[in-house]
């Protein structure tokens, strides 16, 4: 359908582009210093707290109340299938074995969380090569945040009780920044205070979890009562009006309901509730009206509550958190909220029928990844394509499904996700450094079931991708440019060769050895941390790589380390190699930060 083709590229180009942009400030929000541009230094004419105690956000006048609540929901929680498998009992070496790695991911852990400690306490991120700081997530210290959990999990509790009295005395009245991003600041920052308080129960850690609560309220405080995803927190303080935006990503929106849900349930205050599920009450409305019925588009109109008219469906970047987020709420509140699994189980069945596709590879490996699919209905037809790209981001659903297939006991979710989560693991091992790159392409199959290697159509494709024609196909051709381009076996393109010290993959791992219990997991997650840590290593961290396809010397490093490294990705390799009741989860659910939540439990 070439004619389509034609018409989808030239009526979408602006969009496109816009999407691009949108892409990367939600991949690198400010991850380079680009996204927020600096505030100049003044101060909002409101105190911090009242004699009360209550923080200066909630004394705000609001300019759009809210009439009705909606209100948690009541009854008994349900008894919702186990996640986890029972394991049996280990053999002193197996103890042992497992203890040293666990050891040797600690001090790992301990390396950076001193260094941060040392050169860039209550900042947002250490500078791992040359020792500077950053504030991109608006200063407040979002490794110190991030970090909590991960002290309290890996048993460090003089560290601990060291971190949670400096971040007891963070100011979130004020940033430097110009904007800054509400989904960061619910995922790191809430989440990492509600999770701490959770484990610990130190009632400081609530407070302060209170107080970004009221931060991130404000913020929803426009005519819809949709909130501003890339919001001027300062502004807002000197009373602006303000209103939604017209374009919204899909993940940015719709990844507030866990974090504000587990905060009213906490406090007893219904609002954040409300907040969050007028969101999820509008994507619920819209969600088989798409293009692509059952997804939802990566862009949205939060000013008109619009979010079924783009032809672009992922359950990777720009969209990934709202459908983890879908089961992680049905395990959260104790099945109470149906909604969540009849939207959970509608996505994941449209998305294993489009989005899910076997990549052609050297051993005919029998794994999966997960691509975009643009989707569109012209002149009564139905009309799609798949874009057949592997993200690192999207390494995340393999251990979303597998989490979902046991709440929902559908057992194809958990087979997928163990496909899924072998493709990343077989991205690690494919990679020159035994790390998977940001973003990558494969040819896919054109069946599941079977797919012979086919090396001519492979170097074909790969010369597709790079743009050039048949007349170019020659073998000579073909290998100077998958040798130029540095392209394991499999791989038809690179685009983007960093490494950001992500967790996704670990993650996923992580998961679906609590569920299936594969020893070949563990060795999987192994090796991926050893290749990590060799790579990233510097004198005083670890810093995330700008191409992982170098091997003549040593890789590139762009001296940023994410507060996820400490918060999400070394927490994932610790678990794994621990007792499996530390963070049953049959117990807790994770945010998208890996901040582990307590759930409603009969």
């Known amino acids: 359908m070439p004619s389509i083709a034609r018409r989808r590229n030239s009526v979408y180009a602006l969009a496109g582009f816009f999407i ?98 040392d050169k860039a306490w209550m900042h947002d991120e250490l500078r791992p090569l040359t020792g500077g700081l950053r504030d991109p997530f608006g200063g407040w210290g979002a490794t110190l945040v991030d970090s909590l959990d991960t002290l309290w999990i890996m048993g460090l509790k003089a560290e601990f009780e060291e971190a949670v009295a400096a971040a007891a005395n963070i100011s979130f009245d004020h940033t430097k920044l110009k904007e800054i991003s509400t989904f960061e600041t619910n995922i790191r920052y809430l989440g990492g205070f509600l999770a701490a308080y959770d484990l610990s129960g130190d009632k400081r850690l609530l407070d302060k979890a209170v107080e970004v609560g009221d931060l991130l309220y404000v913020a929803f405080d426009t005519p819809n009562r949709m909130p501003v995803t890339r919001w001027n927190m300062n502004a807002a303080a000197r009373g602006q009006k303000q209103v939604a935006a017209t374009n919204v990503l899909l993940a940015e929106i719709g990844s507030f309901s866990l974090e504000f849900t587990r905060l009213s349930m906490l406090t007893g205050d219904p609002k954040w509730f409300d907040a969050s599920e007028r969101i999820t009450e509008a994507l619920r409305e819209q969600q088989n009206t798409t293009s692509l019925p059952g997804l939802w588009p990566v862009l949205g109109n939060a000013q008109v509550m619009a979010f079924n008219k783009h032809p672009d469906h992922t359950l990777g970047a720009m969209a990934d958190s709202w459908y983890e987020y879908l089961p992680k709420m049905h395990a959260l509140v104790g099945g109470l909220l149906p909604s969540y699994r009849e939207m959970y189980e509608q996505a994941m069945s449209t998305a294993i029928r489009y989005n899910l596709f076997r990549p052609m590879l050297p051993h005919d490996d029998d794994i999966l990844l997960s691509g975009l699919v643009w989707a569109k209905t012209h002149d009564g037809k139905f009309h799609h394509n798949l874009k057949p790209e592997g993200q690192h981001l999207a390494c995340f659903i393999g251990g979303m499904l597998a989490m979902g297939g046991k709440l929902v006991q559908n057992q194809t979710h958990v087979d997928k996700a163990g496909k899924l989560t072998d493709g990343c693991i077989w991205a690690y091992k494919a990679s020159p450094l035994g790390i998977m790159p940001e973003t990558f392409f494969v040819l896919p199959c054109e069946s599941t079931a079977k797919c012979k290697w086919d090396e001519a159509g492979w170097k074909k494709a790969a010369m597709e991708k790079a743009g050039m024609g048949n007349e170019d196909v020659k073998p000579e051709n073909a290998d100077a440019l998958i040798a130029f381009n540095r392209l394991p076996k499999g791989f038809t393109a690179i685009p983007d060769t960093r490494y950001h010290l992500r967790p996704e993959a670990i993650e996923s791992v992580f998961i679906l050895y609590r569920i299936t219990g594969r020893l070949d997991l563990l060795e999987s997650a192994w090796d991926m941390f050893r290749a990590i840590d060799k790579h990233t290593r510097t004198e005083l961290a670890n810093s995330a790589l700008v191409d992982v396809t170098i091997t003549e010397e040593k890789a590139p490093m762009s001296d940023i380390m994410e507060s996820f490294w400490l918060g999400e990705t070394l927490k994932y390799f610790y678990l794994i190699f621990s007792e499996p009741g530390l963070i049953n989860l049959d117990e807790w659910v994770f945010n998208t930060e890996a901040h582990p939540l307590k759930r409603l439990l009969p």
Request: aromatic share 12%; hydrophobic share 30%.
């Open 20 to 117: 691009f942009f949108l892409f990367v400030s939600y991949r690198n929000l400010d991850r380079d210093g680009l996204s927020l541009a600096p505030w100049p230094e003044q101060q909002p004419d409101v105190t911090a707290a009242d004699a009360s105690g209550q923080s200066r956000w909630r004394r705000l006048k609001t300019q759009y109340p809210v009439e009705t609540l909606r209100q948690l929901p009541t009854g008994k929680p349900l008894a919702l299938p186990r996640i986890q498998r029972d394991f049996p009992s280990e053999t002193d070496s197996e103890r042992e074995k497992r203890q040293e790695r666990q050891r040797i991911v600690k001090d790992a852990f301990l390396r950076c969380w001193r260094s941060y400690r």
